[in-house]
Every structure is written in C-alpha cells, then in structure tokens.
C-alpha cells in the first residue's frame, strides 16, 4: 500500500538550484512523480559557521517501497551529484534526508526514521509544514504545524530534544 515519503534536499554549494532540481529529477524517475513539493528557502548553514548559506526544500512522494531502498536511492542521487563526506558538517551539493516513511518507526545505526531531528531544524519543518501541516510525528504524535510552532517561539532545543526522549 502506498504511503506519503518526505524527503527534504539541501545545498550549499555550485549552483545550488540546479543541484536540487536535478536531485527532485532523479528522485522523481525512483519514486514518482511527488504529490508535494515546498518552496525554496534559503537558510544559514546549522550547526557550523563560515559555511555558505543552503537552499532547502522537502518533497511529498507516495510509494510502496521499503525505507531501506528509499534511503539507497537517496545515496546513489547523492553520490551522483557528487556528495561527499556522508554525515560530516561539510558543505556540500547536495544532501538528500529520507524524513519520514508513513507512520514508520525504524531504527538502525545508519537509518532512522523519523529522522531522529527532524523536529529541531527549522529549514525542515518550515517546508514541511508548507506542504503537510498536519502530518503526524510517529513518535511525538504532535503535528508539523504544532512542532514548527514550538520550535519557532523559541522552545530550548533539550526540550524540544527531550520529545523523543
């Protein structure tokens, strides 16, 4: 059975358009055509400083496929776009982060999902809120509406943290 898939693509580096284009391309020929697609934002770089600034989107697909092929197509597109250093703060063209599955709860050394903080990053949760505000955090059964809220009034991130805690 199909279930919503939110993916959200970054990048800081090169034509940082054309990089998530071509990624939603890519993406789009894996899985589908996308049922929701956010606007672009650009946001200062999280969690480092002196990188250049990211431009961001999260994309709604529906598919049957398992989260671990889901999460490999993401990393074969990465690597495509010439992605490197998975999992370092380096800035880079392109990063593709597999956000939800449905109401999926995995966990893995390499894989998790939800991503596991999702709920502290505002450059996710404002497109995702964009496109599906009431989507459901399977853990913290609280919407990307509430939890942008929360986030933006200026909630402490251990507490926001401490939701999934």
Known sequence: MNRPVLISLG???????????????????????????????????????????????????ETTLPARQIFEHCVMVEDQLGRDGKGQLLPRTIDIDLLACGDEIFRHPDLQIPHPSMHLRKFVLEPLEEIMPGWEHPLLGLNAHYLLHKLSSGSDSTDMQSLIE
């Open 11 to 61: 990048s800081n580096l090169g034509d940082r358009f054309q990089f998530l284009q071509q990624a939603q391309t890519r993406l789009s020929r894996l899985l589908g055509k996308p049922f929701a697609v956010s606007t672009i934002r650009e946001t200062a770089a999280f969690g480092v400083e002196n990188h250049p600034p990211y431009l961001n989107q999260v994309l709604g697909f």
